[in-house]
């Protein structure tokens, strides 16, 4: 199956700076999915991008299917950035059907 | 995300307990799938269900049952053959179009008295 890493595990940041993530997955995918977890375990979709960029207020994200990677970035990070950033792509099933594969996600801790 | 709730919200069981999670979706999606979270780890796959009456084993399904007897609901059971249940579960659903993306309910947390 498909395999999906991210990096760095950890990034610890001081409130204003700025961040990247990164996601490699080994195979070519017809989707990809960002998401940030919160402190109360709440999977919060960041972005649906399958290839392309996309921006979203503070953040965006840009995906090079060809390559087979996606970076996250976040800008002027706020302390309500901390948890964990999952990246997670489509893997076909039986049926037609589609399923998330996840990466082990990366913990942002944001400090005032 | 808005649309799916995940009842409860916490939940503990003895040990040759059988118990079981609701999710209930009012996004009108067909697809509805269950995930588990351990601690420190990413989302691994349980079960899914493209359509009512008809779902299909995920990755680590052994422990777990599931019944979609309406396109809303996709409950999970988690059986006391489950040896070590004690994790998040995370019901998850999806629109027809594979070009959409997932979303997915609050979790919920199951420990082990």
């Known amino acids: 199956g498909i395999q999906v890493e991210q990096s760095p595990p950890d990034l610890i940041l001081q409130e204003g700076a700025n961040s990247t993530l990164r996601c490699n997955f080994s195979?070519?995918?017809?989707?990809l999915q960002w998401f940030h977890q919160n402190p109360w375990g709440q999977l919060i979709n960041l972005f649906y991008?399958?290839?392309g960029t996309k921006q979203n207020g503070r953040l965006s994200a840009t995906t090079v299917a060809t390559e087979r990677y996606s970076l996250l970035y976040i800008s002027s990070s706020q302390t309500t950035d901390s948890g964990v950033y999952f990246c997670?792509?489509?893997?076909?099933?039986?049926?037609?059907?589609?399923?998330?594969?996840f990466g082990q996600g990366t913990r942002l801790t944001i400090n005032p | 995300d808005g649309g799916i709730t995940q009842s409860p919200k916490y939940l503990f069981r003895k040990e040759g307990q059988n118990v079981t999670l609701s999710c209930e979706q009012n996004?009108?999606?067909?697809?509805m799938y269950w995930y588990r979270q351990d601690p420190g780890q990413g989302l691994r796959l349980i079960y899914y269900?493209?359509?009512?009456?008809?779902?299909q084993k995920g990755d680590i399904a052994e422990g777990y049952s599931v019944s979609r007897e309406k396109k809303e609901s996709f409950p999970l059971t988690v059986t006391s053959a489950q040896k070590n249940p004690t994790a998040s579960y995370l019901c998850?659903?999806?629109?027809?179009?594979?070009?959409?993306?997932?979303?997915f309910g609050d979790g919920t947390r199951l420990s082990i008295l």
């Open positions: 998850a659903s999806r629109g027809r179009n594979s070009n959409q993306p997932q979303h």
């Open positions: 195979d070519s995918v017809n989707n």
């Open positions: 991008i399958p290839s």
């Open positions: 997670a792509v489509d893997e076909s099933v039986i049926q037609g059907a589609q399923k998330l594969v």
């Open positions: 996004l009108n999606h067909d697809a």
């Open positions: 269900s493209q359509i009512v009456n008809d779902f």
